[in-house]
């Protein structure tokens, strides 16, 4: 445990206490306090919370602005979260007679080019008339974790989760249970953008002091383990609160009064040790625009397990910047479909079973076609077994976007189209891409598209889209594409 002071861009003579740090690392979110209206603080530390925030150069941070309106006012703001794809931004405010249902409550706000719309109370679903707050929001972009101590909870305050429903409401808070809730208090919620490692405070688990720090992982059936105590020397006698992870898991982030530094609490750093990191995140971002007028686009994001076909994560991409981020918790094998109205969808595939921490982020740009005769796209997550032509089950989740396709586009004709390397005959690659069409061909027709709107085809080797002197290029000419050929 050797923390590192993060410096004079962050810390100052006064508290400043970590909230968050974007999943790129790029940005960190804290909150100081400062005197009010120009005064000293006082004996009872009364002041005037803000959010501040620091952008990453390299290896260095330029100086912490304040957050600003509409996010920061002349009340007390506290325990801001951001959603690993830095879209939605949550925090507590206490006793705001024009809108609050409690003490203390939870707002939101959506990010809409570099402006934070003007924020909303979660409503009395998630909000209750005790305290809620110390809000943490998953990467799966639907479940909100917070503390409250509102009726039918373990004890003085517990961990719960909501998530946010396909209609823009909260589902009914559930209480964490047993393995992390106690008769006495838990609190500050971190969930990592894995989505399998839970962060928290409590004195209720067998602790060295007061609030420990501890972190416990979800099991394959969605209950959470027995909590592991983070240990001394990061946990001591006196109370540790918060602790923030960064997605690779590999640093933590916390604040501190007792390790020197320059005033009261300030924001430190440090190597995370290895049995205490959560699974590797890592993550994709880019822009979306329309490949013809080059118009930055806010469009849908899927990340959806291949070996289950369910949705694991969902975003939408900057309507002003066309700008996106999407954590991908390694160990899992995605498809990721994005897609827009009058928009033919974008699919693409990340193998990240196995995933080298070393290895970097993706980074892409994506175009969006607009559905025009003659227009192709690739169906990436459309997979057989060598030589084969049976769909594997894994294609699932891509025929069923297709069908979505064709659904909300009745009048759409696709051609499908199947290709091959050049590895073997020109008969047996042309047999075997025209099979491999019929199968997509007759998926769809098996569930419910009508005949008329569909043809197949297979081309062999004839259409390379890439080099077949290289095992990649070779894979990318193995594919299963589809045209438009009526609208």
Request: hydrophobic share 35%; net charge negative; aromatic share 12%.
């Amino acid at each position: 445990f050797a923390p590192v002071n993060m410096g004079d861009s962050i810390n100052t003579i006064y508290d400043e206490y970590i909230n968050a740090i974007t999943s790129d690392a790029e940005w960190l979110y804290f909150t100081r306090l400062n005197p009010k209206d120009g005064q000293t603080l006082d004996q009872n530390m009364r002041g005037e919370e803000d959010f501040y925030i620091a952008r990453r150069a390299d290896s260095a941070w330029y100086e912490a602005l304040n957050l600003g309106p509409p996010i920061n006012t002349h009340g007390n703001e506290g325990a801001l979260c951001i959603s690993p794809d830095g879209k939605f931004l949550f925090f507590a405010a206490c006793n705001r007679e024009e809108d609050g249902y409690g003490r203390c409550d939870i707002y939101w706000a959506h990010r809409k080019g570099n402006s934070w719309s003007v924020p909303e109370n979660l409503g009395p679903v998630v909000n209750s008339p005790q305290w809620d707050s110390q809000p943490s929001f998953s990467s799966d972009g639907k479940t909100l974790y917070y503390a409250s101590n509102r009726p039918g909870g373990k004890g003085s305050s517990d961990i719960w989760k909501t998530e946010l429903l396909p209609d823009g409401n909260w589902s009914i808070p559930v209480n964490l249970g047993d393995s992390v809730n106690t008769r006495a208090e838990e609190m500050a919620p971190f969930i990592h953008p894995d989505n399998q490692t839970l962060y928290f405070s409590s004195k209720g688990h067998p602790g060295l002091g007061k609030l420990d720090l501890f972190y416990t992982r979800k099991s394959s059936d969605g209950t959470w383990k027995k909590p592991v105590n983070i240990g001394y020397p990061i946990n001591t006698f006196a109370d540790e609160i918060t602790l923030v992870v960064n997605a690779k898991g590999n640093v933590a982030y916390i604040s501190s009064d007792k390790l020197g530094g320059k005033g009261r609490q300030d924001v430190y750093f440090f190597t995370l040790y290895k049995e205490a990191r959560p699974l590797l995140a890592t993550f994709f971002k880019g822009i979306v625009f329309d490949d013809e007028t080059k118009a930055k686009l806010d469009a849908r994001f899927e990340l959806i397990d291949l070996e289950t076909s369910k949705t694991v994560a969902q975003s939408q991409s900057d309507p002003v910047t066309g700008e996106f981020m999407l954590v991908l918790p390694t160990e899992k094998n995605y498809a990721l479909n994005v897609s827009k109205d009058r928009y033919l969808f974008y699919s693409d595939n990340f193998s990240l079973v196995g995933y080298n921490s070393q290895a970097k982020p993706f980074v892409k740009n994506i175009p969006l076609k607009p559905i025009k005769i003659g227009e192709t796209v690739v169906l990436k997550n459309i997979f057989f077994d060598t030589d084969k032509f049976i769909l594997k089950d894994e294609s699932l989740a891509e025929l069923q976007k297709l069908l979505a396709l064709l659904h909300k586009n009745p009048k759409l004709k696709i051609e499908i189209s199947g290709h091959t390397d050049n590895i073997g005959s020109v008969e047996h690659n042309l047999e075997l891409s025209r099979n491999r069409a019929n199968a997509v061909y007759e998926f769809l027709i098996g569930h419910d598209i009508a005949k008329t709107r569909l043809t197949f085809a297979g081309y062999g080797f004839t259409q390379p889209i890439d080099v077949n002197t290289t095992e990649e290029g070779r894979a990318n000419n193995r594919r299963t594409e589809f045209k438009v050929m009526g609208n």
